[in-house]
């Protein structure tokens, strides 16, 4: 059996890419998307003696940088709001994730997708970035088949009817 820090070494080197890039989509920002998964990946390591099934560390990781990634929005929404009683003329920087999100069209789906409700938000981009089956994503957001389904449909609506039918 393998110790912990070589089990995480093993996980880092193969998922933290995704990962990263699961985090940029939810966060839209680069350098908050590397600090979450980051976070994600050292809560896993001081757990790792009581994970009951090691196999399931991935799920693990999908988990806390999702719900990382919640917590990094509710601070900027916060964050948003003391900034703009103090002077509301002022606004946040821009993301420091422009350069990786540099094609127009790209922008415009993932605006889109930031607008929608979070979980819709949360399972269009597992689904369809990701890859995952709905009971994936089920497992990792902790929700029935059911509402992944719901979810999924209606985000998908509303996509279509934000970005007018672009292909």
């Not at 919640?70 to 003391?82: H, I």
């Not at 889109?112 to 994936?136: C, G, K, N």
């Amino acid at each position: 059996m393998m110790n912990a820090d070589e089990a995480i070494t093993d996980l880092y080197s193969a998922h933290h890419t995704e990962m990263v890039r699961l985090a940029v989509l939810l966060v839209r920002d680069q350098l908050l998307a590397e600090d979450v998964v980051q976070d994600a990946f050292i809560t896993l390591h001081r757990r790792w003696d009581r994970l009951d099934d090691p196999a399931g560390a991935v799920g693990y990781l999908h988990r806390s940088v999702v719900n990382g990634c919640r917590s990094a929005q509710r601070r900027r929404v916060v964050a948003t709001r003391w900034i703009q009683r103090q002077d509301p003329r002022e606004s946040l920087a821009p993301g420091a994730d422009d350069a990786v999100l540099a094609s127009e069209r790209r922008d415009r789906v993932l605006d889109a997708l930031a607008d929608l409700p979070r979980r819709q938000r949360e399972v269009l981009t597992l689904r369809y970035y990701r890859d995952m089956s709905e009971e994936e994503i089920a497992s990792v957001l902790e929700i029935s088949r059911g509402s992944v389904k719901t979810h999924a449909s209606r985000g998908a609506a509303a996509l279509r009817a934000r970005l007018g039918g672009e292909s």
